[in-house]
């Protein structure tokens, strides 16, 4: 684990505007600073934040906690008669008023309560359960840059551009990584598919439930301007240069490589709302984490707890 200054970099007079009480800049808001630290970089920012140090963590170690790969966590969980299946797909669910049945490839598991944290398959088994179908998920591919070690120098800090409140997806931001490089991105790009290398039937049946959902037809009316600039980002390696760039200018992005890309399940309302805050539904028997958009992976550990709270109170 290592700490890294942070820095938000706000481009016009209008984005500093969204720094009010109330709405959603307010988060960065409270971390105003008085002055931009000098291990800092240039930017041309008309106006700069810099939050206190920053976590850096990978999700590969923070994964290390889970039991399939803790084998203390595994232990204590064989010792209290806790049974873990890896890789195993819950195909369908049957909840009643005492139980849940889930069924998987090794058969069937009841259970007096679950728990289900499924990602970018959230909404289809939390809709199987009886909640509500609002929010959906619709997928986004994050594509990155990876710039390596000594190429990396010029940025000590984490940047990131102010969020437009209307659009929370972070935009194209700067992060070090604990090896030292620089990773530039993510592009957010609507996909048809949940899964990258998903089969010809599985993208159907996923392209199919986007496209049937009113608020996908909404979102891309609404924000049509967005949605052609971030197409120019996914499509482009010059514009995601070029948005790199007005964050730290002059930065150098020839060497850098085209990192591992992923899936963001973004939760999205029927009137077109990009769900930007956690969402937890409970059924009769179940817990469902509908939306847990970054920083949901930094904040595992309380939003665990909050889960927690959900599942005693069934
Ligand atoms: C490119 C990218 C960069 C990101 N960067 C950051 C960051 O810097 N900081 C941060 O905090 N967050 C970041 N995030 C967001 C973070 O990854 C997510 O917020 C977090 O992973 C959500 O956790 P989750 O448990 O809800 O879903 P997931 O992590 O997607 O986990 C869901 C799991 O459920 C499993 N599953 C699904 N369906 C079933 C089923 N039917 N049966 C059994 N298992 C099932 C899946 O296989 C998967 O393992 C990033 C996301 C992306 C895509």
């Known amino acids: 684990m290592s700490q890294c200054a942070a820095f938000i970099a706000c481009q016009s007079p209008f984005r500093s505007g969204c720094l009010v009480p109330g709405n959603r800049g307010a988060w960065y808001g409270r971390f105003c600073a008085e002055r931009i630290p000098e ?8 106006v700069a934040l810099a939050p206190p140090r920053r976590i850096v963590e990978t999700v590969a170690r923070v994964c290390t906690l889970q039991p399939m790969t803790h084998p203390r966590i595994a232990r204590d969980a064989a010792s209290t008669g ?3 299946h890896v890789g195993t797909a819950v195909r369908s669910v049957r909840p009643s008023t005492a139980a849940v049945d889930l069924t998987h490839a090794r058969g069937t598991t009841n259970a007096r309560q679950a728990i289900f944290c499924a990602g970018p398959w959230a909404d289809r088994l939390a809709v199987s359960c009886g909640a509500p179908r609002e929010p959906r998920i619709v997928p986004f591919r994050g594509a990155y840059l990876r710039l390596h070690g000594a190429d990396a120098a010029a940025v000590r800090a984490n940047v990131y551009p102010l969020p437009d409140p209307a659009l929370p997806f972070l935009g194209v931001h700067l992060t070090r990584t604990l090896s030292g490089d620089l990773l530039v991105g993510p592009t957010a790009l609507m996909v048809p598919a949940r899964r990258p290398g998903a089969g010809a039937a599985e993208t159907a049946r996923d392209l199919g439930e986007t496209l049937r959902w009113p608020g996908t037809w909404r979102l891309a009316l609404t924000h049509r301007r967005a949605a052609w600039l971030e197409l120019r980002i996914a499509a482009s390696r010059r514009a995601v240069e070029r948005t790199a760039r007005r964050l730290v200018p002059g930065l150098d992005l020839s060497r850098a490589e085209p990192a591992p890309p992923g899936i963001r399940a973004q939760a999205l309302g029927r009137d077109g709302t990009l ?8 059924t009769e028997r179940a817990v469902h984490v509908r939306n847990a958009p ?5 904040s595992a550990l309380p939003l665990a707890r909050l889960i927690a709270d959900e599942a005693d109170s069934i």
């Open 39 to 46: 291990h800092a970089i240039a930017t041309m920012a008309a």
């Open 294 to 298: 970054s920083p949901a992976a930094t």
């Open 82 to 84: 806790v049974t873990v």
């Open 275 to 282: 769900v930007d805050d956690f969402v937890i539904h409970r």
